[in-house]
């Protein structure tokens, strides 16, 4: 069964740090590009960070570039989304997402407001 759970989630404060997690079973992990996406309330879904198989390659919209900062470790299965300088603009569910087969993670609430 095919699973991506998403966790580190949760409220701070404008300029503070996040890092959400995601975790991935079910499917051959090393052999996937990974993607974070974000979706605010009546907002499209967004990609917010990509990163290519074995992770040398990385990409992010430029509202995104210098404080986000994705990772993965194949040896945990495990994607990263490293979030600095957070602005209230970034409050949204993030999602871990799988873009080959279509897998998405249940998503965790970022929210940013003092």
């Known amino acids: 069964q095919v699973q991506l759970v998403e966790s580190g989630g949760g409220l701070v404060q404008p300029g503070g740090s996040l890092r959400l997690s995601c975790s991935a079973s079910g499917f051959r992990f090393s052999g996937q590009p990974m993607r974070w996406y974000r979706q605010a309330p009546g907002e499209e879904r967004e990609l917010v960070a990509h990163i290519s198989k074995g992770g040398d390659v990385s990409d992010y919209p430029d509202s995104m570039k210098g404080r986000f900062t994705i990772s993965r470790d194949d040896t945990k299965n495990a994607v990263y989304l490293q979030m600095n300088r957070l602005k209230p603009e970034d409050t949204a569910v993030y999602y871990c997402?799988?873009?080959?087969?279509?897998?998405w993670g249940q998503g965790t609430q970022v929210t940013v407001s003092s």
């Open positions: 997402n799988a873009p080959s087969p279509g897998y």
